[in-house]
């Protein structure tokens, strides 16, 4: 089974409201990083957030970290179009040695 | 600042041929991991390299293989292709120590016909 499962798995919007995803993951964790992926390309770093931190932000980008309840959310605000793309969470697990294990990932769509 | 390189970004293979994935890991990384990521799925870890020594093995096929050469490159070698095989290829390369992000090159995409 997935380490990360992501919800919701898809995600309709309009420009300019916010976007939610959520991820929720099973094992202890050093970090948990989320990217974002335009339809088949390359994945594209976004955040990295650390066991010991609650939140952190870039840009429009605000990521949170509940590791009692072994979740995080990112949230997106100001949607634009290119925006638009699949976002993963993936959790470093502590015994893991640096791989990945990613969640499966939430399909954003931000209307024009 | 120099990326994670793969190449080729495109291979089409027949049904039990050979293919050959390179990656350039960005420099002075001394941790490479392979990922393969089929259609509308998530990526799966297959394999990773810790200064150019294997250190973890995921769900890697025996058919397929992989090495980290002297100058820190990569190579996933997949034999006998089959058409389960066609799926996006990833690498990924971080520094080990410091929890520190990985950064992931654009892809190779492999079809298997």
């Known amino acids: 089974s997935q380490q990360g499962e992501e919800d919701p798995q898809a995600l309709s919007i309009q420009e300019g409201e916010n976007a939610t995803m959520n991820c929720s993951y099973k094992t202890s964790i050093n970090n948990l990083q989320w990217y974002r992926q335009n339809s088949g390309r390359g994945l594209v770093h976004l955040i990295l957030i650390r066991s010991n931190e609650r939140e952190k932000h870039s840009g429009r980008l605000r990521v949170t970290l509940d590791t009692s309840k072994k979740s995080s959310s990112l949230l997106i605000t100001a949607s634009r179009a290119a925006d638009t793309a699949s976002y993963f969470c993936a959790t470093e697990g502590r015994t893991s040695y640096g791989k990945l294990t990613f969640g499966q990932g939430t399909i954003l769509t931000v209307h024009p | 600042a120099a990326g994670v390189i793969q190449s080729p970004r495109h291979l089409i293979k027949e049904k039990r041929e050979t293919a050959t994935l390179k990656c350039y890991p960005i420099p002075r990384h001394d941790t490479v991991y392979w990922y393969q990521q089929g259609p509308g799925q998530d990526p799966q870890f297959l394999i990773s390299f810790y200064e150019k020594m294997q250190s973890d093995k995921g769900s890697i096929p025996d058919r397929f293989s992989a090495q980290q050469f002297s100058d820190y490159h990569s190579e996933l070698n997949m034999s006998s292709l089959e058409l389960g095989d066609s799926a996006l290829y990833f690498c990924?390369?971080?520094?080990?120590?410091?929890?520190?992000?990985?950064?992931f090159g654009q892809g190779t995409r492999l079809t298997v016909v």
């Open positions: 990924a390369s971080r520094f080990r120590q410091g929890n520190t992000e990985a950064f």
